[in-house]
């Protein structure tokens, strides 16, 4: 019988690779870049969670100037093991700044951004990163609005302006996305090296995407849950951001740098 993938089944809850399918799961590794402001509430919980994921994982965590008593507990958790690398920003300077000093950090085959809150659920990772190892993506998103998974029922306008945004975004990449916005990217690191990312704050998001789409990258979509927080819960993006990110949208795909067309090497890494 024909191996169906189970993200093509769009499985719910807390889907995990079936070891049975011959994907190379152990030969793989997975940096998981955290970039963390004032999560002191959360974090610990989110890194236990991502811990057990049934994965070789790399954790990288990225503090951008938290004053809230997170840059004290970060070192704490790493002694602890549940981080493997831990980078602390001695001023706050946004969440793009902290992703790009996280993706330089990290060693992974594969890379993929996780929240240092718990609006997205870790245990989903192996049904991203299956695509990529099936070798029929080079980065996969999770959309919140494929209806794949549980949603907290939240922030109306919240969801219009992000549904405007990747409608821009997809007019100028010429992809049909659905959540540009997305915190869920997962990218093949010797591609995501190739790419010139430069937005310090929330414009690392189409500036990603933007790229991605220069560069060529077979781009993959799937469903996933969401719990998003309201602002009283510790939600930091706001309106000025969404109005931002129209500038960013428009920068990123018309102004340079831009990123070169990437060559795809016959075998991936893990393949060799």
């Given amino acids: 019988m024909e191996h169906v993938p189970s993200w093509v089944r769009s499985p719910r809850g807390r889907p995990v690779p ?4 011959p994907l190379p799961w152990d030969r793989v590794v997975l940096s998981v870049v955290i970039p963390c402001y004032n999560e002191r509430d959360t ?6 969670r ?30 602890e093991g549940l981080i493997d690398t831990l980078v602390l920003h001695p001023a706050n300077r946004g969440k793009g700044a902290a ?6 950090e990290a060693t992974g085959h594969v890379v993929v951004v996780q929240d240092a809150d718990l609006e997205y659920d870790p245990y989903e990772l192996p049904m991203l990163l299956e695509p990529i190892l099936e070798g029929w993506a080079d ?19 919240h969801s219009v302006g992000n549904r405007a945004l990747t409608l821009l975004s997809n007019v100028f990449t010429d992809l049909n996305l659905t959540d540009m916005e997305t915190c869920y ?20 998001e189409p500036e990603l995407t933007a790229r991605l789409s220069q560069a060529g990258a077979r781009i993959y979509e799937l469903p996933i849950s969401y719990r998003g927080r309201s602002y009283s819960e510790g939600k ?37």
């Fill in 18 to 21: 079936e070891r049975g399918t």
């Fill in 185 to 204: 990217k997962m990218v093949r690191r010797d591609l995501l090296e190739t790419l010139p990312l430069t937005r310090e704050r929330f414009g690392i």
């Fill in 99 to 104: 992703l790009r000093t996280g993706f330089k």
């Fill in 43 to 48: 974090v610990e919980m989110l890194l236990r």
């Fill in 50 to 79: 991502v811990r057990e994921v049934p994965l070789r994982l790399e954790v990288v965590v990225v503090d951008d100037g938290s004053r809230d008593g997170t840059r004290e507990l970060l070192p704490q958790l790493e002694e």
């Fill in 139 to 157: 980065a996969v998103y999770g959309s919140r609005f494929l209806g794949g998974g549980p949603h907290r029922v939240h922030l109306f306008w």
């Fill in 236 to 272: 930091k993006i706001g309106w000025k951001d969404g109005v931002a990110a129209f500038w960013h949208i428009f920068r990123s795909n018309l102004l340079p740098p831009k990123a070169q067309r990437w060559e795809r090497p016959e075998r991936a890494e893990w393949e060799e």
